[in-house]
Nanobody, 124 residues
């Protein structure tokens, strides 16, 4: 069983930055592709970014491309989401997710494990 714990959310003004972290309690973190998703009130969960386990390839939703970056530190069992130039429409609960040995995906159903989420609120 993999446990994922997100942190780093909070309240920030539009144009500001936040860095989210997700720590995984698993021995073979390097074998997991990791994704970030978000869910705003009244909306469905949406893909944000993902990073592959094999070669570190990264993928982004069009709405965050150029503003967000995803990275991982396998020695620390941690995946990060650096969010810059934040907009009010980025307000959501952000979740990290993990999938074993498969490439990164933008489909939430492809992921096996999910964290509890961390709230990000961007004020205008």
């Amino acid at each position: 069983q993999v446990q994922l714990v997100e942190s780093g959310g909070g309240l920030v003004q539009a144009g500001g930055s936040l860095r989210l972290s997700c720590v995984a309690s698993v021995r073979t973190f390097s074998a997991y592709s990791m994704g970030w998703f978000r869910q705003a009130p009244g909306q469905e969960r949406a893909f944000v970014a993902a990073i592959s386990w094999s070669d570190g390839s990264t993928y982004f939703a069009a709405s965050v491309k150029g503003r967000f970056a995803i990275s991982r530190n396998n020695a620390r069992n941690t995946v990060y989401l650096q969010m810059n130039s934040l907009k009010p429409e980025d307000t959501a609960v952000y979740y990290c997710a993990a999938k074993l040995f498969d490439g990164a995906s933008n489909q939430g159903n492809d992921y096996d494990y999910w964290g509890q989420g961390t709230q990000v609120t961007v004020s205008s």
